[in-house]
């Protein structure tokens, strides 16, 4: 349905980017963290009016009617949740969101596959949404105890991640260069392999970190999902999660006297938190 | 938009991201993250544009699993933040009370 004209849904897209901004600040000081939260959710409210009044949708009832379960599954998981599992709470969401940017990236590449620099953001989309997904339900499982909070480094370890990298990164490439939808396939299962081996040796301790670190990666596949939709309000809200999600996980790492890479690569060197 | 002015947006918003937390007291790092983390489920916006463009029936599939994985993103982000915030605020003043009554 489309009411808005162009020009009021930037003015209003921009709205909701202030909204960000706002929200972020408000939520780095504690006397206006609440108030900031809720700016922050306002921006988000509007947006998704501004969406639905801006553009030409197919299916808009089954669209509602999904958005409306996932808000009955999401709203009581955050009330009932107990405090202490709150972080894990957030490594889920964190997770589905970059896995959401993953697939918008994958159903977007048929229609952009003649812009170069639109396929190299869904390269980059598909790749780093998967690591976070992958790696944000490994930090789950950590976090929840199905699996043993201390580092798992198996024999080669290093080696199989080196190997997954690089083919991760040749799989990209591939993807750039031709930009079939089979290299996305083979990107899209390499990189939640990654996801899983660089998280699997990292130490309890350490882990609220890695979930700041694959936050920040989150924000930057929302950025790049963005430049593939031609949409400003993604690429502003994306690379301000991205570049603030940075500048926190470096705080969180030297309030606990860690660096990010000796939370990352530590178990390998025997420097890694027992956890 | 032609490339430039989207490299513009990114480079300013870079500077503003860092910027607006450059000064984060620690106690906040949590809550935080989980703001921050909220702001990125607006991927949603980009799952509603495909699921409505979508024109086979396994694309919108797919788009409608992306929609269903923002939504909790998004809607379960702002509310798990208030939650720990809802927390956070309640215990200030019965710290402030304990610290009176030494």
């Given at each position: 349905?489309?009411?808005?004209?162009?020009?009021w849904?930037?003015?209003?897209?921009?709205?909701?980017?202030?909204?960000?901004?706002?929200?972020?600040?408000?939520?780095?000081?504690p006397?206006?963290?609440?108030?900031?939260?809720?700016?922050?959710?306002?921006g988000?409210?509007?947006?998704?009016?501004?969406?639905?009044l801006?553009?030409?949708?197919?299916?808009?009832?089954?669209?509602?009617?999904?958005i409306?379960?996932?808000?009955?599954?999401?709203?009581?998981?955050?009330?009932?949740?107990?405090?202490t599992?709150?972080?894990?709470?957030?490594?889920?969401?964190?997770?589905?969101?970059?896995?959401?940017a993953?697939?918008?990236?994958?159903?977007?590449?048929?229609?952009?596959?003649?812009?170069?620099?639109a396929?190299?953001?869904?390269?980059?989309t598909?790749?780093?949404?998967?690591?976070?997904?992958?790696?944000?339900?490994?930090t789950?499982?950590?976090?929840?105890e199905?699996?043993?909070?201390?580092?798992?480094?198996?024999?080669?370890?290093p080696?199989?991640?080196?190997?997954?990298?690089?083919?991760?990164?040749?799989?990209?490439?591939?993807?750039?260069?031709?930009?079939?939808?089979?290299?996305?396939?083979?990107?899209?299962a390499?990189?939640?392999?990654?996801?899983?081996?660089?998280?699997?040796?990292?130490?309890?301790?350490?882990?609220?970190?890695v979930?700041?670190?694959?936050?920040?990666?989150?924000g930057?596949?929302?950025?790049?999902?963005g430049?593939?939709?031609?949409?400003?309000?993604?690429?502003?809200?994306?690379?301000?999660?991205?570049?603030?999600?940075?500048?926190?996980?470096?705080?969180?790492?030297?309030?606990?006297?860690?660096?990010?890479?000796?939370?990352?690569?530590?178990?390998?060197?025997?420097?890694?938190?027992?956890? | 938009?032609?490339a430039?002015?989207?490299?513009?947006?990114?480079?300013?918003?870079?500077?503003?991201?860092?910027?607006?937390?450059?000064?984060v007291?620690?106690?906040?790092?949590?809550?935080?993250?989980?703001?921050?983390?909220?702001?990125?489920?607006?991927?949603?916006?980009?799952?509603v544009?495909?699921?409505?463009?979508?024109?086979?029936?396994?694309?919108?599939?797919?788009?409608?699993?992306?929609?269903?994985?923002?939504?909790?993103?998004?809607?379960?982000?702002?509310?798990?933040?208030?939650?720990?915030?809802?927390?956070f605020?309640?215990?200030?003043?019965?710290?402030?009370?304990?610290?009176e009554?030494?």
């Amino acid at each position: 349905m489309i009411v808005l004209s162009p020009e009021w849904t930037a003015v209003l897209y921009l709205v909701a980017a202030v909204c960000f901004i706002l929200a972020l600040k408000g939520l780095s000081s504690p006397k206006s963290a609440r108030r900031g939260n809720l700016i922050g959710a306002f921006g988000a409210l509007l947006a998704m009016v501004v969406v639905f009044l801006s553009t030409e949708l197919d299916n808009m009832l089954l669209i509602l009617g999904v958005i409306a379960l996932g808000t009955v599954i999401a709203v009581p998981a955050s009330r009932m949740v107990k405090m202490t599992q709150m972080p894990q709470l957030v490594a889920l969401f964190n997770g589905v969101g970059g896995g959401a940017a993953a697939l918008v990236a994958l159903l977007e590449l048929p229609l952009v596959a003649d812009e170069l620099g639109a396929v190299i953001a869904v390269a980059f989309t598909v790749l780093v949404g998967a690591v976070s997904f992958s790696g944000s339900a490994i930090t789950f499982a950590k976090l929840q105890e199905l699996m043993p909070t201390r580092p798992i480094v198996f024999p080669g370890a290093p080696i199989v991640i080196s190997l997954v990298a690089l083919g991760s990164l040749a799989s990209a490439v591939w993807l750039v260069l031709t930009a079939d939808p089979t290299a996305a396939y083979v990107l899209l299962a390499l990189g939640t392999a990654l996801g899983v081996l660089v998280v699997l040796p990292v130490g309890g301790a350490d882990v609220p970190i890695v979930i700041s670190l694959l936050n920040a990666f989150t924000g930057l596949t929302v950025a790049a999902s963005g430049l593939v939709l031609g949409n400003t309000l993604l690429l502003v809200a994306g690379t301000l999660v991205g570049a603030s999600g940075t500048i926190l996980t470096r705080a969180m790492a030297s309030a606990m006297g860690r660096s990010v890479t000796g939370t990352l690569f530590g178990a390998f060197r025997g420097g890694s938190t027992a956890g | 938009m032609d490339a430039i002015t989207l490299l513009t947006f990114f480079v300013l918003s870079v500077f503003v991201g860092f910027e607006v937390v450059s000064k984060v007291s620690s106690t906040l790092h949590t809550p935080l993250m989980s703001g921050a983390n909220a702001i990125h489920g607006i991927i949603l916006v980009g799952a509603v544009i495909v699921a409505g463009q979508a024109e086979s029936i396994p694309v919108l599939v797919v788009a409608l699993i992306a929609v269903l994985l923002a939504t909790v993103n998004l809607v379960g982000g702002f509310v798990v933040t208030d939650r720990m915030l809802e927390m956070f605020g309640g215990r200030t003043p019965a710290a402030k009370v304990r610290e009176e009554s030494k």
